[in-house]
């Protein structure tokens, strides 16, 4: 076992398959001094499979400022101690950020050991060929809150990653279906890597349907994702292109200007489409 550095390792878990878990990861989860975890009972099962007897602390959202302040004396004591979530990547729609943030504050190292993800696993295998995802995560629970956030992602040039609750699940895609436009896609990944996994495409106004017709359907574990909103009508996927570019670079009323000159295009709907992506994307 090489000798591990004084850092905190943050270190990815499987989703479900326990074999998705990296030679690194094993590595470093039997030579640290200390394993901080959302739930020391699912890491316990976890580090068993494995042979590795490290001593485990409880670090969740509710005690994650405590917890990270012993982690940081321990760290600074010399300690190495690894993080991990109960599943897939810590900090993401997982506790971790605050530790990380406060150790990092606290000038000491932190080192990511990147693995599963049940959003990258999800857009793997969804198979879109929209050029740019943007990871959402859990909507709100709450109706009013949640169609608004779903509002005010529909213009947003991009494919929507959303993590979902089975409870919820027919209620979110309902809300998606009513406020995204028609011509989208859904990709329903659910139970990623575990025995009744199961990815399915499909217009997005069809999911409903599809949910409700075997309960089966709504169990598990799930990751929603939605194509791209279509091109703008009167605007082509080229010139769409030419103009996300420059307004990558240049101020709203350029970006258009040099987009009509080199698309020939009207200047005027480049200015309103650029106008709309730049809201999109702020
Ligand atoms: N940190 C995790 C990651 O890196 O993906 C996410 C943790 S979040 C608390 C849990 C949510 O992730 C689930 O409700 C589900 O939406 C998604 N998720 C986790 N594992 C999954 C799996 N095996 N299949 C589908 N979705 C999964």
């Given at each position: 076992m090489p000798d591990m550095e004084n850092a905190l390792y943050v270190v990815a878990t499987p989703i479900g398959n326990l074999g998705d878990i990296t030679l690194r990861a094993l590595d470093t989860l039997r030579g640290v001094d200390l394993v901080a975890c959302e739930d020391t009972r699912h890491a316990r099962h976890l580090l068993d499979h494995h042979g590795i007897g490290v001593p485990t602390l409880a670090l969740h959202q509710h005690n994650e400022n405590e917890a990270a302040a012993r982690l940081i004396r321990l760290l600074g004591e010399g300690k190495s101690v690894a993080l991990v979530s109960d599943a897939g990547t810590p900090g993401v729609s997982d506790?971790?950020?605050?530790?990380?943030?406060?150790?990092?504050?606290?000038?000491?190292?932190?080192?990511?050991?990147?693995?599963p993800n049940a959003a990258i696993a999800a857009m793997s295998a969804?198979?879109?060929?929209?050029?740019?995802?943007?990871?959402?995560?859990?909507?709100?629970?709450?109706?009013?809150?949640?169609?608004?956030?779903?509002?005010e992602l529909a213009p947003v040039n991009a494919a929507?990653?959303?993590?979902?609750?089975?409870?919820?699940?027919?209620?979110?895609?309902?809300?998606?279906?009513?406020?995204?436009?028609?011509?989208?896609?859904?990709?329903?990944?659910?139970?990623?890597?575990?025995m009744f996994e199961q990815i399915e495409r499909m217009p997005l106004g069809a999911a409903p349907t599809w949910l409700a017709?075997?309960?089966?359907?709504?169990?598990?574990?799930?990751?929603?994702?939605?194509?791209?909103?279509?091109?703008?009508?009167?605007?082509?996927?080229?010139?769409?292109?030419?103009?996300?570019?420059?307004?990558?670079?240049?101020?709203?009323?350029?970006?258009?200007?040099?987009?009509?000159?080199?698309?020939g295009e009207p200047k005027n709907a480049l200015y309103a489409?650029?106008?709309?992506?730049?809201?999109?994307?702020?």
């Open positions: 506790p971790g950020a605050r530790t990380v943030a406060a150790v990092r504050a606290a000038g000491l190292r932190v080192i990511p050991l990147p693995g969804a198979g879109l060929a929209d050029e740019r995802f943007l990871f959402i995560g859990f909507l709100a629970a709450r109706v009013g809150a949640r169609r608004t956030a779903i509002a929507l990653v959303f993590y979902e609750a089975p409870h919820r699940v027919l209620e979110t895609v309902t809300d998606l279906v009513e406020l995204l436009e028609p011509q989208r896609e859904i990709v329903i990944a659910r139970e990623l890597t575990k017709a075997d309960a089966n359907h709504q169990r598990g574990e799930f990751v929603l994702v939605v194509s791209a909103p279509p091109p703008r009508e009167g605007i082509d996927a080229e010139t769409e292109r030419v103009l996300a570019a420059l307004l990558a670079e240049l101020p709203v009323r350029q970006a258009a200007k040099l987009a009509a000159q080199i698309t489409r650029a106008l709309e992506l730049k809201n999109a994307l702020v």
